[in-house]
């Protein structure tokens, strides 16, 4: 939890609407890496990025959820049309040069997505 | 299951007993191995990781064991304290990849 930054720590949605989750990554780290866990459950992958680019998002639904990573700015983790499937604590971590140069992952605190 | 699971759910223990915490795999190609601790309400914490050239590793207080032929990996604890009152998850990567596949979880309590 040294210095990956998320918000809002909180999000209320109704169904139907939107969800849009930020991460700052630590200073200086270019790799950011979305995951989503349910309650009582592990961390689910969902997408890597590294500034401008997608490099993998085998995790992430086909529909209606959406990530970014732009040369300026956080990483935005974007939920459209939300459904009740999808409350759950989404975690963003950051590396340097890559998980494997680095050794580990610096997880934000999270966001906790609740839809009603 | 998927990737990486654990054999036991729950594991309480006391103040100054060690603690060990189990995991399996089911990935061969799976190299790469790290032990996070998550508290209530927080992100996961790094604790120590293992690549699969090695079979042993240890921190502060920490060791990690890999048992390769068994797809086996455990976390052990010395001298627990109640700060480490948490769950723990193990997780693999698999091959080149740069994502990580979590186990569900270990919640070690500590009581005094």
Redesign the interface.
Known sequence: NAGVMQNPRHLVRRRGQEARLRCSPMKGHSHVYWYRQLPEEGLKFMVYLQKENIIDESGMPKERFSAEFPKEGPSILRIQQVVRGDSAAYFCASSPPGLRNTGELFFGEGSRLTVL | GEG?GLHLPTLSVQEGDNSIINCAYSNSASD?F?WYKQES??????II?IRSNMDKRQGQRVTVLLNKTVKHLSLQIAATQPGDSAVY?C?E?QGG?????????TKLTVNP
């Open positions: 990486v790469y790290i309400g927080k992100g996961p914490q790094f990781d998850f997780a990567s990849s740069e994502k990580l596949v979590f186990g569900k979880g």
